[in-house]
């Protein structure tokens, strides 16, 4: 069960990073050639730093719901 939850928060962290590093600037800059409204976006991201970034979005929200949220709900 323990492999299974870590490939779901792998995958969790993965998925998102990969978008943002590759597919939103790609769709962006495709869009901005068709409008022709602004400059393009750089996409030379760095993998790792968005997967960081991601973790510690992810380590945040975790904190959020377990600190905030469990004493609201255990109150109940």
Do not use: C, H
């Amino acid at each position: 069960m323990k492999t299974g939850k870590m490939i779901k928060v792998l995958l969790s962290l993965i998925i998102p990073s990969i978008l943002y590093v590759y597919y939103y600037p790609w769709l962006y800059n495709k869009i901005n050639n068709i409008t022709e409204r602004g400059q393009d976006l750089d996409d030379q991201m760095d993998f790792v730093n968005v997967v960081l970034m991601f973790l510690i979005t992810w380590i945040l929200i975790a904190l959020f719901v377990f600190l905030i949220m469990t004493p609201l709900i255990l109150k109940k």
